[in-house]
C-alpha cells in the first residue's frame, strides 16, 4: 500500500521556521522524483519545490527561493521542506507529491498558518 505522509506543520510566527517531512511507503522511493506543493484558501495548488531521484536537481518557486530548502534521504524514504523566514502568504496546506514516468502519489497535506 503506497503512502506518503507528511508532518511537521503547525502556527508559526513571521519570520520563524519550520520543517516539513514526508514519509514514503510501498514504492521505491529512490526512483521518484519528489515536490512539495501547497493550497492556500480560495488557490489552485502551486508548485513550491521539487527535487530528482537522486537529489541531483532542484527547482523552487520564485516566491520561496532563498528561504525553503527541499533534500531527500532515500536510506530513509523521507524528502524535507525546511522553510525559514516564513511569512503570511506561505499559510496553506503543503503536500508531497512523487513522480515516476506515468505514476504518481499525493500525500495528505499539512498544514502551516503564519500568524502573529
Known amino acids: 500500500q503506497v503512502q506518503l505522509v507528511e508532518s511537521g506543520g503547525g502556527l508559526v510566527q513571521p519570520g520563524g521556521s519550520l520543517r516539513l517531512s514526508c514519509a514514503a511507503s510501498?514504492?521505491?522511493?529512490?526512483?521518484?522524483?519528489m515536490s512539495w506543493y501547497r493550497q492556500a484558501p480560495g488557490k489552485e495548488r502551486e508548485l513550491v519545490a521539487s527535487?530528482?531521484?537522486?537529489?541531483?536537481?532542484?527547482n523552487y518557486a520564485d516566491s520561496v527561493k532563498g528561504r525553503f530548502t527541499i533534500s531527500r534521504d532515500n536510506a530513509k524514504n523521507t524528502v524535507y521542506l525546511q522553510m525559514n523566514s516564513l511569512k503570511p502568504e506561505d499559510t496553506a496546506v503543503y503536500y508531497c507529491?512523487?513522480?515516476?514516468?506515468?505514476?504518481?502519489?499525493w500525500g495528505q497535506g499539512t498544514q502551516v498558518t503564519v500568524s502573529s
Open positions: 507529491y512523487a513522480r515516476w514516468l506515468y505514476s504518481n502519489y
Open positions: 510501498g514504492f521505491t522511493f529512490s526512483s521518484y522524483a
Open positions: 527535487i530528482t531521484s537522486i537529489g541531483g536537481s532542484t
